[in-house]
């Protein structure tokens, strides 16, 4: 068994982006021990101490835009563009965080007797973050810029596809010695970090995400998982048909499908043959290949097992466009529209994390909904149509936490809360005002008068 962590890049396998010892249990153990002794510290400093160490830390991912943009495209394979604005994104939400430490941290209530009587929220301690490789900057800092706004130390487990990113991340936020700890690892580690952290923030997948909510809630420790998508897309048959397929392809194909939000299913309402047509066009024009080349949106899948597994998910159903793995140095597969899949079949139940969607037909509104909903997963879903009526009346019966109008699956917003239904979610949403109640908790306290 190797005792480093390596990261490759998936466009060149032979490119060593990082590499770092395994932190093993013990190692987290002793971060974690760290962090809470530098957390007593930051939860005493005032608010504007806080909020200036954040837009400290924004300022310096702002003025690194270059670099991390290029680090983003080298290690995990997302295309310039994309890259560019991740970072662009991380940056907004510390100087976000930077203004909530500002917020409200409770309430003043009439007591029952004299006195006073009032609430405080306070931190939890430790956050441990355990994060995904496909968005390597912002989903360890919408995770912990709350987290650290709100008086708490964090340690972050990143996945190894994602190590470079993280340890530079932990250089340029410039915060206070052991506030923010990278702890390099697999399972070994993650397992270790959710025994020890006081809260725990988790994304990844959903077998992998149950474990580490059982764990948490086992011991006691708050909890939050944020894993799988089977995103449907329902294009009624009064859609914009050429906006909603450039949409579409963008959201199943961008960065490869690599996304949680990503549209995994395109339903049709009486308007199959259309749909197809406009989808396989919208396709075409996407630029596939180096993710460096601006031109770029599908560059390669993260490693040779997620490649190969896109490619086995298109056997069984009909290819109306790729279907195969391309003939080039790197991990990459066409952009692949597949329908006629058999009941059953993985791309109808389940998510394949890659540029593969499926196409399904529906006789009806109720049929396309009972489609949508007939999955384990409800993170996101979207309609297309030009009718105000229709589109609140499905969007309301759509059993997804975010529902899109005549906009694509991906894409979210940092400041409203983020999470989905069933297997997609466990535990309270995450980002904007939301993440205030996770990283807290709130204390009642009851002030009556010494007496005589």
């Known amino acids: 068994m190797m005792d480093v962590v390596e990261s490759r890049s998936p466009q060149n396998p032979a490119d060593l982006v990082a590499s770092a010892p395994l932190a093993g249990a013990d190692g987290v153990a002793g971060a974690v021990r760290r962090a809470r002794a530098a957390q007593a510290r930051w939860a005493g400093a005032n608010a504007a101490e806080r909020a200036a160490a954040l837009t400290s830390a924004a300022e310096a991912v702002a003025g690194a835009a270059g670099e991390l943009a290029d680090l983003v495209v080298r290690e995990v394979g997302k295309p310039v563009?994309?890259?560019?604005?991740?970072?662009?994104r991380s940056a907004a939400i510390l100087r976000y965080y930077a203004q909530q430490v500002f917020d409200p941290v409770g309430a003043v209530h009439e007591p029952s007797g004299a006195g006073l009587?009032?609430?405080?929220?306070?931190?939890?301690?430790?956050?441990?973050?355990?994060?995904?490789?496909n968005f390597p900057l912002a989903i360890p800092l919408w995770k912990?810029?709350?987290?650290?706004?709100?008086?708490?130390?964090v340690v972050l487990k990143p996945a190894p596809h994602a190590l470079a990113g993280a340890l530079r991340l932990a250089e340029l936020l410039g915060l206070p010695e052991d506030l923010f700890q990278v702890v390099p690892g697999g399972p070994?580690?993650?397992?270790?970090?959710?025994?020890?952290?006081?809260?725990?923030?988790?994304?990844?997948?959903?077998?992998?995400?149950?474990?580490?909510?059982?764990?948490?809630?086992?011991?006691?420790?708050?909890?939050?998982?944020?894993?799988?998508?089977?995103?449907?897309?329902?294009?009624?048959d009064d859609?914009?048909?050429?906006?909603?397929?450039?949409?579409i392809a963008a959201a199943a194909f961008g960065y490869a499908g690599q996304k949680c939000t990503a549209t995994k299913r395109v339903i049709t309402v009486g308007n199959a043959a259309e749909v197809r047509e406009a989808l396989v066009a919208a396709v075409a024009k996407l630029g596939v290949g180096d993710p460096s080349d601006p031109g770029t949106a599908v560059g390669p899948l993260i490693d040779e097992t997620a490649r190969d597994r896109v490619v086995a998910a298109a056997?069984?159903?009909?290819a109306l466009t790729g279907g195969a793995a391309l003939d080039r140095a790197g991990w990459f597969a066409a952009p692949t529209l597949v329908d006629g899949v058999p009941d059953g079949h993985v791309l109808a139940c389940d998510e394949v994390f890659g540029p593969i969607c499926l196409v399904q037909d529906a006789g009806s509104v109720d049929e396309a909904v009972a489609l949508a909903n007939g999955v384990r997963y409800g993170l996101v879903s979207a309609v297309y149509t030009r009718d105000l009526d229709r589109a609140l009346e499905v969007s309301a019966r759509l059993d997804t936490g975010l529902v899109?109008?005549?906009?694509?699956?991906?894409?979210?917003?940092?400041?409203?809360?983020?999470?989905?239904?069933?297997?997609?979610?466990?535990?309270?949403?995450?980002?904007?005002?939301?993440?205030?109640?996770?990283y807290t908790s709130t204390r009642t306290v009851a002030l009556a008068p010494a007496g005589d």
């Open 188 to 236: 070994e580690e993650g397992a270790a970090l959710v025994d020890a952290a006081d809260v725990v923030s988790f994304t990844g997948s959903a077998a992998v995400g149950r474990e580490v909510s059982v764990a948490a809630v086992r011991r006691g420790a708050a909890v939050q998982a944020e894993m799988g998508g089977q995103n449907a897309s329902i294009v009624l």
């Open 144 to 153: 912990a810029a709350p987290a650290l706004a709100f008086g708490n130390a």
């Open 239 to 247: 859609a914009n048909l050429e906006a909603a397929a450039a949409q």
């Open 315 to 318: 056997v069984g159903g009909r």
């Open 117 to 133: 009587a009032y609430t405080r929220r306070r931190p939890r301690g430790v956050a441990g973050l355990i994060t995904p490789w």
């Open 404 to 438: 899109k109008v005549n906009s694509p699956t991906s894409g979210v917003d940092f400041y409203l809360p983020f999470g989905g239904e069933k297997d997609s979610s466990y535990g309270p949403r995450e980002q904007g005002k939301a993440a205030q109640e996770f």
């Open 81 to 88: 563009a994309e890259a560019r604005g991740e970072v662009a």
